[in-house]
Structure formats: C-alpha cells, structure tokens
C-alpha cells in the first residue's frame, strides 16, 4: 500500500505533468451543466458494480451534478467500451472501468475490435490497482492450491471452472498451463451465476476481483487459495501469492482508469484528471480500496497510455502462453 505522502506526491506530479489548459473557444464555465453518465461493463450487485458506483458517487460529491451509472455488460466489456467510444465527446459520457482487461487485453483477446482500445479514446487517469484472488467454495475439501491441482489433474476434463472476467480468464487459463491441467472453462454473464454454480459443486474454482469476493471471504462462503501476483498484496496479505503456489507464469494485476470518448475539449479532459485524483487520495477512498484489497492509484493521461503500451504487449504474452483461441 502506498503511504498517503507517496499519494499525495503522486498526485501533485500527474497535476505537473498535466498540459495547460487552453479553453480554445469551449465556454469552460458552463461545464459542467447536466449529469454525468458513468458507464459499467458489468450488471449491477458485482463487484465492478460496486467500485463503478463508489467512483460514481465521489464524482457526484466533488462536481456537484449528478452522475447515473448506466450497467451495460457483455462481451467481455466490448459493448460497454464501444458505447463510450461511440459517444458524443461533451465530458458527459464516462468511462469508469478496469483498463488493463477492458482495454489492454481486449486487443489480444479479440479477433477484430469495433474500435481502436488506444485511439478511440481520450485516456483521462488511473484509479487504482488490484490483484484477482484463486477462490474454491467455502465447503471445499481444498485448502491450498497444491490440494486444488492434484484434484484438477486426477479429474481431467471432468471439472470445470468459471471464466467471469478477462484476467479471470486469463490467469485461470495460466494455471492451467502451468500445471498441464484439462479442467473446462465455463462461460458466465454475471459473477452470481458463477458463484452459485461454485457453490452448487458445478464448477471447482474461478478467479474473482476482491470487491466481488469481498463479502463471501468475510463469511467463509469463499475460500482464497491465491492471488494473482507473484508477491503478497498488503491489502490482502493472509492470501498466498501466485509466486509462493508454484504459479510461475501468473503475475496480473487489474488496473482501474477512467475514459471518454476522442475529442471531449482539454479543459474538461483536465477538469476530470484533477477531480478524479482528489478523490484518489481521499482518506475515505483509500480506506474504503484497502477493505476490498486494493490500492490507490492516481496519475493521468500519460501514465494510462504507459500502462496501456506495456500491458498490451504483455498480454499477446498471456494468450500465447494459456493458448486462448480468440474471441469472434
């Protein structure tokens, strides 16, 4: 986790960093003059629900308009991400969501994109960052992922896991390769239909965000096996990492930003980048990132396309390695 001083110096360097502001014409005082419309790539009770909502609702707090969260889930987050590009770039319509899968993966994920993940898009900030956890039901006989892969290997293609999100996906398709594993994939819209199948013995384990897993840990419903880090996540710091479970191949961490579609004017471009890194450092924010296993991230528009460039060419890397046959 990083210290509130190391925040706070992030923050005052993204603000350095920012390009000055040039209204050009855009009457800079009129903005903004309605609601915002956060957009979600999941359906509504997820755990992105929540972290789109949380956002959500500090924008509201901080611009004094009201923000609507519109769930448009599907495809991977292809839906939710080609309506933003394809939206009218007034700085109303905004994307709140998890770059490195949304955007990072999808160029390797996807045969053909309906748009282009870096320049569709203006690229406002990050958010925060965080790890997927390996989860069995609470009920589960296993209690460390050793106990897990000598049962999946025995198994065959007789098991099967559920696939809830790109990384989920991805880092379960890795551990599978790791291992030589046969175990099947199941497809789910939503975390609940997986989840109950989890519970219900249909599936033996998934990879899930700890927002999602939040809740079910606290109760026992869920029983974290591992991260998807090769080192301890301090938010999460009783959950063994990838690295110490002999998952060699699995070092992915989700990376939250927001984005709108090209063309919203610099001004409102960097209104946006300054409201969304107050509420990153916000001690509620930090406290309420560090109960669901997460970190603070604030930054701007060059440090998404970094994170975007880097990712992107390590996720060609992770499809490769887990033989993902491309999405249509």
Request: with cysteine; glycine share 10%.
């Amino acid at each position: 986790m990083l210290s509130r001083r190391q925040l706070l110096q992030s923050a005052a360097a993204a603000s350095v960093a920012a390009p000055a502001i040039s209204t050009g014409g855009f009457a800079q005082d009129a903005w903004p003059a309605r609601e915002f419309h956060a957009i979600c790539g999941f359906p509504p009770g997820t755990g992105a629900d929540i972290f789109v909502r949380f956002y959500g609702k500090k924008l509201q707090d901080i611009s004094g308009k009201t923000v609507i969260v519109e769930n448009k889930p599907g495809g991977f987050g292809a839906i939710s991400t080609e309506y933003i590009a394809r939206s009218k770039p007034d700085g109303y319509t905004i994307g709140i969501l998890p770059g490195s899968s949304f955007l990072a993966a999808a160029a390797s994920l996807f045969k053909k994109l309906p748009y282009d993940p870096v320049n569709d898009f203006e690229h406002v900030t990050t958010l925060s960052r965080l790890p997927f956890i390996l989860c069995v039901s609470g009920d589960s006989p296993f209690k460390t992922v050793a106990e897990l892969t000598a049962y999946l290997k025995e198994k065959g293609d007789k098991a099967s896991y559920g696939s809830l999100a790109n990384i989920g996906l991805v880092a379960s398709e890795l551990y599978k390769a790791q291992f030589g594993l046969q175990t099947v994939e199941v497809k789910y819209k939503d975390a609940g239909s997986g989840l109950n199948d989890l519970w219900g013995g249909n599936i033996v384990f998934t990879h899930i965000d700890p927002a999602g897993a939040g809740a079910h840990l606290k109760t026992g419903k869920l029983r974290p096996l591992a991260t998807t880090t090769q080192q301890r996540v301090k938010a999460l710091a009783d959950i063994p990492s990838a690295g110490e479970s002999g998952i060699a191949n699995t070092d992915l961490t989700a990376w939250w930003s927001v984005h709108t579609p090209k063309g919203v004017p610099a001004p409102v471009l960097a209104k946006l980048e300054e409201w969304f890194n107050k509420i990153a450092i916000d001690d509620e924010t930090i406290k309420w990132l560090a109960l669901n296993g997460t970190d603070p991230l604030p930054g701007n528009a060059a440090l998404v396309r970094e994170l975007l460039d880097k990712d992107i060419k390590a996720w060609a890397e992770y499809v490769r390695l887990a033989k993902i046959e491309q999405l249509g």
